[in-house]
């Protein structure tokens, strides 16, 4: 998986779409990851923008593990029944637990991307998801 957004091209695009989503907010942002990188934490972003996408920042620990918070999302859009958010959270799940993630953390903006992606996870799992109704956490190295 490399659907990281690098090129300035694909960073324009990207701020226009965060800027113009309905739940685009200062932590999606171009700005939020300026700033974050300048306290030492990498960031990414994943996705396509027009489609889905998500800002993550990663909080290196000791031992080589990490922790991954998406805050204020992923960003989708619902296109034929297809939630392209949906789909981004699980790739970037994947991707997580292959570099030793110990935990990712995101803040959807609807509920409809904690049900269904929480019920796709695993059926048994719903004891291992723990925040409020709109911030999540899976503890990838239960899972």
């Not at 960073?11 to 030492?40: F, I, N």
């Not at 903006?109 to 109704?133: C, E, K, Y």
């Amino acid at each position: 998986m490399n659907p990281q957004l690098q090129s300035p091209t694909e960073l324009q695009a990207y701020d226009q779409w965060v800027k113009q989503h309905a739940h685009g907010t200062l932590w999606q942002s171009l700005e939020w990851k300026k700033y974050r990188e300048a306290c030492g934490k990498e960031v990414r972003l994943y996705g396509k923008a027009g489609e889905a996408t998500a800002l993550v920042v990663i909080d290196k620990t000791s031992m080589g593990l990490s922790t991954w918070d998406i805050p204020r999302g992923p960003l989708g859009k619902d296109e034929r029944g297809e939630k392209k958010d949906e789909q981004l959270l699980e790739q970037i799940y994947q991707q997580a637990k292959q570099e030793g993630c110990m935990s990712l953390y995101w803040t959807a903006p609807h509920d409809i991307l904690l049900s269904s992606f929480i019920s796709h996870l695993s059926h048994d799992s719903s004891n291992m998801f723990s925040g409020s109704s709109r911030r999540k956490l899976i503890p990838i190295i239960l899972l």
